[in-house]
């Protein structure tokens, strides 16, 4: 064996342009698959930095709409309480802090509310001072924890940080304990900056409508997840009669905590790109294995001489099959270097959100896996040139002339498999970049329902103890609007939850007045967003029916609400919906509310799965006062007014955290990073994809040319015409592109389907998109085919026949 490696390596150095040809083909191929990897590794196959992984579960409410639902506080008491024997549960939800300090501008942070239970479930230490306590886990709670990076970027790093005093949301508070660095990397409660005791309000205790409380749990070792799941399924039962009627029929599920790292849409599309690298490797591989076929029976004469004077096939095989697995090893080698650098670039792209920190590194799974591919890649393209040369006929190479050195039938029908199979990949590659190109472009010019062009806006979190009331919010909310809209250049401003650009912060449940209720878990679900009279205007909302919301729509007024098209259409197919009311569920209190107007679907800016419901309510902010909300500002030209904003709100309040400064259309392309930058992989997957396939159709038409040069010089001699010289060899390389097509189109199809399910809000099965490509890929692989038949042109006849 090592006397073969080192025959093969010096006949590698004998063939320097093939060698580093190679290497660079199988570097881009294997390196693209290596990063591609990598990328699925950090998002899915990574394992949690936590002791005793497997024992780690999410917990879901199970609905009749959703098997993934989160909960409320009275569901995560009742099941601590009852599942104590079995299993440590803890709570957590999302949350929003503001981080003052003297001398600084106040900070936004991304915080969790998190039960004392929590990290001692997940089983990490701090890596400065302590968890919370029980003590700590009640209304008026003054502790907090630092995330490591929010422990560096705010205060140095100062290992003194642990009891010193700062202001959270205006309130003092005392850093206990700062987060190793490696919690970062887990993506399951997304950028989380900083950590605060969950304390459950008297409120929230009792509130059955608020579902944004997720669980998770470490259960007790010897039970088996099975054995886990019928436990809650039987706890799901015996609690159904402490919940409202409407949630009788929700259940429990228990997955591993691993397996909800990533969610399906990027799951989806990080396998995707990991198949669509594998194409283009194939192809890679099939133009190697044509070079290799074509190296190989140049030295038929040799394999011959050898078998005669009895080399086995082994023997045969194995100084092609080592050649083939030196220029792979050495193909992965570069191949690392190549994924190291576009895991720099991919990572910087995630990253660009400001929050997270996301990071692809070349650990020893994915190095595995390089070495892996390197290997199979190399015994792939060098197997089949290898075998059909270890079945060489030794006397009929030995007496064979021209046709010796071009190949026999067999090598014939290898090339145009392969060059069949490169074509149709090629196709559904540029299938892959077409359909999400166009995807793209007709999300950027679809109608959302309201327009964000030239729409400045701010996100503002009021702090609870400056401003404990409703009426001391909304009174802030009218004297920034009444500055705002004084400012020079603003046309309307208004104050909302929140913009629709990626999603709505709170949905419920809705029922009609004088209908009986449907069934459990068959209410209506609908996105509730709180606006001030002017959010319709400043968005350019246009009202199907009914009137806006007025100033006289405050908290002494009786409720109203603005719902959308669909809504209407749903709830009050054949009737006027302006005049009826509808509430919630709590029996004791419906909170009906009189629909006063309807406006169309709102679309999201921007999103790529299909929203949980296409339901919109509308409510005054007079009626329903949050602390935490978007001010939308109108103006011919938003981005000389960003800072005249920013002055405006501070002096109303200098210790407000300004965040999400900036144009709608920017907080939409810093969004959509992500998706662009797939975007960038498909386009440059496909671009080397076809480069290579057209490259290697060139090659088998030059090599056509070649073999059939003999013939071409009779057909000239007998008269044939130069169109007929040129249709003989461009047959020939359009019926295999044609074969390939047709292969490909059926895959292209396939594609269009799995991305439309992965990203049902940015994808469809385009015919168009597809035919364009069809038509693009045919005309490169007729320039392909043209080159080598100008050649053909210029066959002398009379050489033609002296050589044969």
Sequence with gaps: MIADLKFAFRQLLKSPGFTIVSVLTLALGIGLNTSMFSLLDTLLLQPLPFPDKPHLVRIYRTTPQSQTANHTVPDYLELEREAADFATLAAYQAWGMTLEQPDRPSVNLIALRVTASFFPALGLQPEL????????????????????????????????????????DGEPCTIVGVMPARFASVFLWGPAQAFRPYAFSDKERVDREDTRV????????????????ARFAALAVRLAPLRPSTQSEDGLRAVPLQSTVSNPATLGISLLLLGLAGFVLVIACSNLANLQLSRAIARAHEFAIRAALGASRRRLLLPLLCESVLLSVAGGGCGVLVAAWSNEWISSRLSANGFVAFTLELDWRVLSFALAVSLLTGIG?????????????????LKTGTRGNTGGRAQNRMRHALIVAQFSLALVLLAGAGLFIRGMNRMLVRDLGWNHDGVLQVVLNLPEARYPTGAETLSFYTRLQERVAALPGVDDVAVGWTLPVFQFLTSRNYLVEGREPPAAGR??????NGVTPSFVPTLQIKLLAGRNFTAADDASAPPVAIISES?????????????????GLDPKNRGWMEIVGVMPDLRFAFSVTAPATRYQVFRPLAQETWNFVTVAVRTRDPAPLAEPLRRTVLELDSTLAIQQLGTVDQLIELGTGGLHMVNTILVAFALLGVFLAALGLYGVIARLVVQRTPEIGVRVALGAQSSDVVWLILRAGLTLTLVGTLIGLAGAFALGRLLAMATPELVSNDPLAIAAVTLLLGVIALAACWLPARKALRVNPIDALRAE
């Excluded at 008026?140 to 790093?157: C, E």
């Excluded at 088996?224 to 799941?229: C, F, G, K």
């Excluded at 209410?523 to 509730?528: G, I, K, S, T, Y």
């Excluded at 749903?570 to 509430?583: K, M, Q, S, T, V």
């Design 129 to 168: 001072g302590r968890y919370f306590t029980a003590d700590e886990d009640h209304p008026g709670n003054r502790a907090v924890m630092l995330s490591h990076a929010t422990w560096q970027a705010q205060f140095g790093g100062d290992p003194a940080v642990i009891g010193r005093t700062v202001r959270i």
């Design 214 to 229: 997720q669980i998770l749990g470490r259960y007790r070792i010897g039970l088996s997840l099975e054995q886990l799941n």
């Design 381 to 397: 393209f060098g197997l089949v040139p290898a075998w059909l040369m270890a079945r060489v006929r030794v006397n009929d190479t």
């Design 523 to 528: 209410e209506p679900v609908a996105n509730v």
């Design 567 to 583: 809504m209407a259409r749903a709830l009050f197919p054949n009737e006027d919906p302006i005049g009826r009311r509808i509430g």
